[in-house]
């Protein structure tokens, strides 16, 4: 195996789920200035999370649909005729 090809910095850090505040301790490289206090006391960087396996909706079976300025409507309109 060739030398230097992983990353010298992979350490363990807290994920954290904003959207629906789930923490989950994990292993990554991710370049971040929090940090968290775990629950065995010591702290890890925190690595913010917009959505993880708790919030997605193909993990949880809760479908949204984001609509953004109008675009779901506009295909309709444009597709309707066909």
Not at 7 to 21: A, E, G, L, M
Not at 33 to 60: C, Q, R
Request: aromatic share 14%.
């Amino acid at each position: 195996m060739k030398k230097d090809t992983h990353p010298q910095n992979y350490r363990t850090v807290v994920f954290k789920d904003f959207s629906c505040d789930h923490t989950f301790l994990g292993k990554s490289c991710a370049v971040t200035k929090d940090t968290f206090t775990w629950e065995d006391g010591n702290e890890y960087p925190l690595v913010k999370l917009e959505i993880s396996n708790m919030s997605h909706p193909y993990y949880t079976g809760k479908a949204k649909f984001v609509d953004t300025a109008g675009r779901i409507d506009k295909f309709n309109k444009k597709y309707a005729k066909k």
